[in-house]
T-cell receptor, first 114, second 116 residues
Framework: DGGITQSPKYLFRKEGQNVTLSCEQN?????MYWYRQDPGQGLRLIYYSQIVNDFQKGDIAEGYSVSREKKESFPLTVTSAQKNPTAFYLCASSIVLQGARGYTFGSGTRLTVV | AQSVTQPDIHITVSEGASLELRCNYSYGATPYLFWYVQSPGQGLQLLLK??????LVQGIKGFEAEFKRSQSSFNLRKPSVHWSDAAEYFC??????????????FGQGTILTVHP
C-alpha cells in the first residue's frame, strides 16, 4: 500500500548535535511538507517542497534544513541552531501544492533533547 | 494572512451524546477547509473537506461539517459519539492564492474525551 514512512519513531539528541529525520513516500506525490507539533499550538510549517531540487521556508524554518534530491524523499535536519528542538515532527505529502486535495501524513517522529 | 481558531481546547462528552467542535477561519476568499483527526502519537487522518458546492459535507466515521460563510465557520458534528472517537481534532484552511498559496494552516486543536 502507498503511504508515507517516517523514521525513526523516537529520536534522542544531545545538546549541540545535528540530527536528520527521514521521510519517504511512495504515493508519487510532487509536494512534500514538514510540520512541527507542540502541545496546544497545532501544527506549524517548517519547510515545503513542490518539486525535486526546490524547497521553500515555512513559518518556522530557523534552525532547520531540508533537501529534495529525489521525488520520494524529503529529509529534515534539525541543527544545533534550533533552540528548542524537542517536539513531534510530522511529514506530509500531496499530489500537488495547489488545489482542494488534502495532505497525507506520516506517523511522526518524536525528537527529545537530552 | 489566513488563520484558523478552534475556541475549545478540550471537550468532554458522554458516549452516545452528540458532538460539535467549533472552527472559525480568517481568509479573504472562499477557502478550502479540512478537518483532521489525530490519535496519540500518530499522524493525522483526513475526516472531510469542503471546497465548493453543498455547504454540508459528509466525512468518514459518521462525521459531518457545515460551511457557513456568513459566520466564517466550519464546525464538525457527529450525532452520537463512540468511545473510539476520543482523539485530537484539527481544523485547517488552505490558501487558494497569494503568498501562502497551497499551504495548509492548522488550528490549535481540540482534544475530545469520551466518558463511558
Amino acid at each position: 500500500d502507498g503511504g508515507i514512512t517516517q523514521s525513526p519513531k523516537y529520536l534522542f539528541r544531545k545538546e549541540g548535535q545535528n540530527v536528520t529525520l527521514s521521510c519517504e513516500q511512495n504515493l508519487n506525490h510532487d509536494a512534500m511538507y514538514w510540520y512541527r507539533q507542540d502541545p496546544g499550538q497545532g501544527l506549524r510549517l517548517i519547510y515545503y517542497s513542490q518539486i525535486v531540487n526546490d524547497f521553500q521556508k515555512g513559518d518556522i524554518a530557523e534552525g532547520y534544513s531540508v533537501s529534495r534530491e529525489k521525488k520520494e524523499s524529503f529529509p529534515l535536519t534539525v541543527t544545533s541552531a534550533q533552540k528548542n528542538p524537542t517536539a513531534f515532527y510530522l511529514c506530509a505529502s500531496s499530489i500537488v501544492l495547489q488545489g482542494a486535495r488534502g495532505y497525507t501524513f506520516g506517523s511522526g517522529t518524536r525528537l527529545t533533547v537530552v | 494572512a489566513q488563520s484558523v481558531t478552534q475556541p475549545d481546547i478540550h471537550i468532554t462528552v458522554s458516549e452516545g451524546a452528540s458532538l460539535e467542535l467549533r472552527c472559525n477561519y480568517s481568509y479573504g476568499a472562499t477557502p478550502y477547509l479540512f478537518w483532521y483527526v489525530q490519535s496519540p502519537g500518530q499522524g493525522l487522518q483526513l475526516l472531510l473537506k469542503y471546497f465548493s458546492g453543498d455547504t454540508l459535507v459528509q466525512g468518514i466515521k459518521g462525521f459531518e461539517a457545515e460551511f457557513k460563510r456568513s459566520q466564517s465557520s466550519f464546525n464538525l458534528r457527529k450525532p452520537s459519539v463512540h468511545w473510539s472517537d476520543a482523539a485530537e481534532y484539527f481544523c485547517a484552511v488552505k490558501n487558494a492564492g497569494g503568498t501562502s498559496y497551497g499551504k495548509l494552516t492548522f488550528g490549535q486543536g481540540t482534544i475530545l474525551t469520551v466518558h463511558p
